[in-house]
């Protein structure tokens, strides 16, 4: 079996700005794949280009087993796009929107079809009322049931759960889970890291570029980060202390605790050692995604160049 | 793996007319206005617009005193075409009423001006016109020598018969073929429908597309296998209803209010209409493919608008417009509309008489069409 997206080098040019870079992605069907990224690091553009929606400058590739640039009409036939900004029509009805979605892809029972989306995203009640004067984040499950409407075999998710409830991303990442069991591939951005957890796979971009891309358990190990937990009276002065300490490449406070990384074993070490002398406890531990995505982008932070 | 799908498929299309009624539907304001506005215009320039002016005020500028005089200003006071609105003295009281545009023309009656006609002198009579409006002064200065003749015939008798001005050698007789009465509004109302046509339909689809791209619904639209030709079949036709409602309600005005005749072949007028409408939508679809925001359609509407008015034939006599101004009328839907809807609406014409204009309609939609479906842009 083909891999559901296989692209290489995957280039977009606004200007003379290079927003997307020489990408290559490889999506395993079934697989959930996160991808990851700074503001502006060329997510949507990559996820466009994928499904048609975006000319790329240069590369090739194919989602499905179709080639992304001559065929997307046959891509778009089997893929449920969500986008980042809520993009169905406001002035109709929830209804209205979904059946319009069921109509364009032809599928043969639309009220059927529409009447289970509702059921389960449980707006039956609702479905007369106009969506855009739905909150923030029931459009976020609106758009979301838009696009998994026709049942899918690949899943591009753009921020798919921003503004959504706890509870709601919970029922969302069952739902993608049970799909993906179903074989069907989900390739979503997201830049929460409870989230990023949950993808089998993550690839990291910045500025366009790929840096990251491996099994999500990997990824800890792969960026080398050594990582001290630090639980202190006063936070704010070990805090202080350790910014700029020898070896420190990042210090973060988790709850009520303090997170320390670097690559530097030893440097840092020592550093964080001397805070004891101040009746702090510290210990070694195990880093983690969410140290290794905050060094990553903290080293690339601005994408705006 | 599934079978493709068709490339082209009726469900879509109706998937997306059906979506664009709900949203005509649910925007009551352009509704309103679109079914408002061919009767709101038909009654303002069915009423207002007259290539036949009368009642225009004028200035008589008296320097005689006489009968001759008196029964000139008696029949001029008399006549439709001038309201004398002072009778003035002195050359400065005339001028000041037609700068101030209180009057639009002066007529001077010169001193001596009996005394000199008997003595066969042939006084001048002047009538000057505020010419800064060209289109009004031509009819009342030729009125003004029918009605000279008249009021001067009974006086210019007996001896002073040898005055009176012969009739020329020969008869000029002028017919105004189908609209004998050279009534306005038998031309107004068939031009004025294919205006109020032009506009709204141009209008309306000049935004479907820029709508859709600046509230971002573009993008879901464009992320689904709907195809470009779907798109723009489904967002058109819903306006072809449109235009239908509209045409029927211009047609009861003009029938009810202007008693405008209808001599021709219904079938060849719908015919004419179907194609206009299209062409007009399609038109406008074309604009909405080049522009990126709904300002910019608007904009560039009016490239389409102007031209139409002006050199379709509806303001200005056609065959009067230089050669590329003609030229330019030929591409617009608006001309062919024009000449189609009056010989068959004054004219009693059929297929037969409108054959060549209908096939030149039918030759811009389809360029309209194919260049829309050119410029589709399938990414974002
Ligand atoms: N149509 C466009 N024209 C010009 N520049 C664009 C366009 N679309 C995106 N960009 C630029 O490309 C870069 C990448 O944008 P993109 O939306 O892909 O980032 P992203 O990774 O999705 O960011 P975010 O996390 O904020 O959604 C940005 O700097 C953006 O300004
Ligand atoms: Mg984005």
Known sequence: MTAAISVTGLTKRFGDRTVVDDLALEVPRGAIYGFLGPNGSGKTTTIRMVCGLLKPDAGRGRALGFDVISESDRIKERTGYMTQKFSLYEDLSIRENLEFIARLYRLDDVKGKVDESLEKLGLSERAAQLAGRLSGGWKQRLALAACMIHTPDLLLLDEPTAGVDPKAR??????????SRQGVTTLVSTHYMDEAVQCDSIAYIAYGRKLVDAPTRDIPKLVGLSAWRILSSDLDAAEAALRGAPGVELVARFGAELHAAGRGGTALASSVSALKSSGATVEPMEAGLEEAFIHLMSHSADNFR | MTAASPAFAWSRVVAVFLKELVQMRRDRLTFAVMVMMPVMQLLLFGYAINNDPRHLPTVVEVRDDGPMTRSLLASLKASSFFDIVAVARDDVEGDRLVRNGEAVFLIVIPERFEERLVRGERP???????????????????????????????????ALRPLAPSAPPYEIVAHRRYNPAGITAFNIVPGLLGVILTMTMVMITSIALTREIERGTMETLLSTPVRPVEIMLGKTTPYILVGAVQTVLVAIAGRVLFHLPFTGSPLTLLVALTL??????MLGYLISTVARTQMQAMQLTFFVFLPSILLSGFMFPFRAMPAWAQGLGEALPLTHFLRIARTVVLKGGGFDATGRELATLAAILAVLTIVSLVRFRRTL
Request: aromatic share 8%; net charge negative.
């Open chain 1, 170 to 179: 919970r029922d969302f990442w069952d739902e993608i889970r049970r799909y």
């Open chain 2, 124 to 158: 001048q009579l002047l009538i000057a016109a505020d010419a800064t409006d060209p289109v009004a002064a031509a009819g009342p200065v030729a009125a003004l020598d029918a009605i000279a003749r008249s009021a001067l015939a009974p006086e210019l008798s007996g």
């Open chain 2, 276 to 281: 206009f409408i299209a062409a007009n939508l």
